[in-house]
């Protein structure tokens, strides 16, 4: 019997500023059914792994998160990480990559293995 292989998207970080950009694939922002102009997006971290999602500035706790949104960068779209959210992945951007799946409208990221 065939054993399924699951593949991982691994990405690595660009840096950016004071900070480092995570380059998004226009397949994953398809995937997240979001609009990368104009969304809002929560960053939640659970147990060093980083969880993004769309919120509504009609949120009751819209002010309460850490809200972020895409930035544009010739024909992509990047996600701004401060290095207090590096900290918080456990990652060092200059050598680790990062993996990123899609759960639903929940763009998730981690240090990969």
């Known amino acids: 019997m065939a054993r ?3 593949k991982e998207m691994k990405k690595s970080l660009t840096q950016r500023g004071n900070g480092w950009a995570l380059i998004v ?3 994953i922002i398809k ?3 979001i609009d990368p102009q104009t969304a809002k997006l929560k960053f939640e971290f ?3 792994v980083l969880h993004i ?3 509504s500035p009609d949120n009751p706790d819209f002010e309460k998160c850490l809200v972020r949104k895409f930035s544009k960068k010739d024909s992509s ?3 701004y990480m401060s290095n207090s ?6 990652i060092d951007p200059a050598i680790d990559e990062l993996e990123i799946d899609v759960d639903g409208q929940v763009l998730i990221i981690k240090k990969a293995d």
């Open 85 to 90: 959210i590096i900290g918080l992945l456990k």
């Open 46 to 48: 659970k147990d060093k």
């Open 25 to 27: 694939p226009k397949e």
């Open 53 to 55: 999602s769309e919120i």
């Open 4 to 6: 399924r292989q699951e």
């Open 77 to 79: 779209w990047t996600l």
């Open 31 to 33: 995937l997240l059914a």
